[in-house]
């Protein structure tokens, strides 16, 4: 009976109208990012054009059921290394299919448009870690200390990979972005928090002494672990922009000046004043809060809480864990990506090269999500059927 429910009644459709509503909040501050006269080419029409593209891939998606996933989910794990690897042997010259960006050897040059592969990684290690958890839950019934850190090591293992090739690239944000899937996958997965709260505080330690010596402790870093003087800098200018005012923190002082002088209303559509570099992509957050002011920029990220607010009604509505975890992992996606990208415009966090989720221009970044968005319809549209039927694990 539940298969025979119509279309409207399967779809959701408010996430639908969301992800309309940051196409328009995306396309308008895009718009008025161009009026700086920074660009040579109209990013609206590609933005809209990457957008189609989208929700043909949200379509395609949806179509096929989360079962049907779960057995391929290894296959696209498997196909997203190799196209990380494969990035490694492109050549970098100018105008070159792997020719390097900022320093960065992170993306496929193509007719289309610069493709970079890490993002639709994401997804695909979301699948694969949430097949690896449900199939371990499934073997062992009976929970334990021991089982748990047989867990565990099997989701670092699967985290190592493209970790490693991504940080290879270099590409610093991404690989923060993994970490944040795993550790919110492993916190639903059902592990001790005997477990789970250490290993979060050795965490923060680490992190934290790194950030020390960083500070204080430069030259024993670049000689042990081959830190660079760059990623040193980035870390001064973050914690204090007016002392490097003329290299590496201007861009975080720029971006700071424009949001500061949009206020409480804005000045109003491409009303900007404030030049800001690359502000149609990382920091198209500066438009919003300059020409938006507090109360436009207030209304995106209540936009974006919306967003996760659904995402995470959707997932306490799922019975089957596999579809849990990968719910989870995309919600820990999407939602470090917003606190990223907005922290570092007003100096909470340090700048990092991620795009804000559906806003930002880019087509890789909005593919990316909108296959992870995708899974989430997929889900939601074939619920029903799976709250009345068993489904045996065919591997």
Not at 80 to 108: C, D, H, T
Request: a neutral charge; one cysteine or more; charged letters at 15%.
């Amino acid at each position: 009976m539940e298969n025979k429910r119509n279309f409207a009644n399967r779809f959701d459709w408010t996430l639908a109208f969301i992800l309309l509503t940051f196409l328009v909040i995306s396309l308008l501050a895009i718009a008025s990012a161009q009026t700086s006269g920074q660009y040579g080419i109209n990013y609206v029409p590609l933005q809209l054009r990457w957008y189609v593209i989208c929700s043909v891939i949200i379509g395609v998606v949806m179509f096929f059921e989360p079962d049907q996933y779960k057995k391929m989910s290894w296959y696209m794990y498997g196909a997203g290394i190799a196209l990380l690897v494969l990035l490694i042997f492109m050549p970098e010259g100018p105008g070159q299919i792997g020719e390097r960006i900022n320093s960065a050897k992170s993306w496929y040059h193509t007719p289309l448009g610069n493709i970079q592969p890490s993002e639709f990684m994401k997804t695909f290690y979301i699948l694969a870690l949430a097949r690896l958890i449900s199939k371990h839950n499934e073997v062992y019934s009976f929970r334990s200390v021991k089982t748990d850190f047989i867990l565990l090591g099997k989701i670092a293992a699967t985290l190592l990979l493209p970790l490693a090739l991504i940080m290879k690239q270099p590409d610093l944000g991404s690989a923060l972005v993994f970490f944040a899937i795993t550790a919110a996958v492993v916190i639903v997965a059902g592990i001790s928090w005997k477990i789970i709260l250490p290993t979060f505080i050795g965490g923060a330690l680490v992190g934290g002494s790194l950030l020390w010596m960083a500070l204080y402790m430069q030259s024993f870093l670049e000689k042990t672990f081959g830190f660079k003087p760059y990623q040193f800098a980035r870390i001064y200018s973050w914690l204090d922009p007016y002392s490097f005012s003329s290299s590496e923190g201007y861009h975080l002082i720029t971006s700071l000046n424009a949001i500061g002088s949009g206020e409480v209303f804005g000045k109003g559509f491409r009303g900007r004043e404030v030049y800001v570099a690359e502000n149609h992509t990382d920091f198209i957050f500066t438009v919003i809060g300059e020409e938006w002011g507090f109360i436009g920029a207030s209304i995106v990220i209540c936009m974006f809480f919306l967003l996760i607010y659904h995402l995470t009604k959707t997932t306490l509505l799922l019975k089957d864990p596999f579809s849990t975890y990968v719910c989870a992992g995309i919600i820990a996606m999407i939602t470090f990506h917003v606190l990223e990208n907005i922290g570092m415009t007003i100096q909470l966090l340090p700048i990092t090269g991620i795009p804000l989720p559906f806003i930002s221009y880019g087509g890789s970044s909005l593919m990316g999500n909108s296959l992870a968005i995708g899974l989430v319809f997929s889900m939601r549209f074939h619920y029903r059927t799976y709250m009345f039927t068993t489904h045996d694990d065919d591997d």
